[in-house]
Structures are given as structure tokens and as C-alpha cells.
């Protein structure tokens, strides 16, 4: 797997390549490989063994899409991109151009209600759908104002962390 990421107040941007090896991964990070093992404790907790040093590390995903990435030195705040998506809203000047999102389950749950149709018009923070993980339902919003293009899921249906549930655009 292959992402483009950005530390905030970094200079550009560095490709990700993530690849299983063995009973962990390989991530490579512009030109440097790393060696790494990992386990999720709880959700948004990670245990991380990189070249033989332990690290816990916790993800928040914030507001406007970015990550909060915590370890014991700080934390960052890190964008996240597959490189088509990078390369299009490089191309519309993403400013200029239409936002295009495609949102995901943050966890494994199930659908609840669907709150907008395919083709209404949403305003940020408005509720698109209902998602009710860890016996919570929570209402997942839309992060700008927009149109959602596609629902991607049904009331009822189970999905696993990170599957995608609508687009907004």
C-alpha cells in the first residue's frame, strides 16, 4: 500500500509504502525502510516495535481529516492521502476545485439510519449517517459543506473499521 503524507509545518510531502513482511511490515518512508511490528491495545492505541524499540503511540483522526499521532516525544499532527486522491486535489488547486471525500467507519459497527439521500446538498456538521459501535450510536457528519454523491452502505449493514460509507463532494 502506497500513501503520500505530510507532517504539519513540514516542507512538501513523502511518499509511505507499507508492505506485509513476515509476521509484521515493511515501511518504507521516502528512502528510509523500517522493520516494524505492531498491535492495536484499544481503539486508537497502537504498540509499535521499530528496529527492536517499543513505542506506544495513540491516533486521534481530528475534524478536518488530518491525524493527531502521540508518543512519548509529542505529538504531530499528520495528513494523510492515497496518492490518486493526492494528485487530484494537487490538480484542482484543492481551493480552486471541488472537494471530493470519501468518509470511513473510524471503527467496526453497524449502520443505523441513513440522515441524507444521494444528491442532497449537506451543510458542515451536518449528520449523514448513524453508526452505532460499542453499543454508541454516533452521527457522522459531514466535515464541509457539499453534496453527498454516494452512500456506500444500508441501514443494517455491518462494516469493518476504515471501509468507506459515503462521498461528499
Do not use: C, W
Not at 161 to 168: H, Y
Amino acid at each position: 500500500m502506497e500513501l503520500i503524507v505530510r507532517r504539519q509545518g513540514a516542507e512538501g510531502y513523502e511518499r509511505l509504502r507499507i508492505d506485509r513482511a513476515g509476521g509484521g511490515y515493511e515501511v518504507a518512508i521516502g528512502e528510509r525502510a523500517y522493520q516494524v511490528d505492531a498491535a492495536r491495545l484499544r481503539e486508537g492505541l497502537y504498540s509499535l516495535r521499530v528496529g527492536g524499540a517499543q513505542h506506544e503511540v495513540t491516533v486521534r483522526r481530528r475534524d478536518d481529516g488530518s491525524y493527531l499521532v502521540s508518543d512519548a516525544q509529542g505529538d504531530a499532527v499528520v495528513e494523510v492521502a492515497d496518492p490518486l486522491t493526492h494528485l487530484a486535489a494537487q490538480g484542482a488547486g484543492v481551493r480552486g476545485g471541488r472537494r471530493r471525500q470519501r468518509v470511513t467507519a473510524y471503527m467496526p459497527g453497524r449502520v443505523v439510519a441513513l440522515l441524507a439521500a444521494e444528491g442532497e446538498a449537506v451543510k458542515a456538521g451536518q449528520g449523514v449517517l448513524v453508526l452505532e459501535a460499542m453499543k454508541m450510536q454516533n452521527e457522522i457528519l459531514a466535515e464541509h459543506d457539499g453534496t453527498v454523491t454516494r452512500i456506500l452502505v444500508q441501514p443494517g449493514q455491518s462494516v469493518d473499521g476504515g471501509e468507506p460509507l459515503f462521498e461528499l463532494e
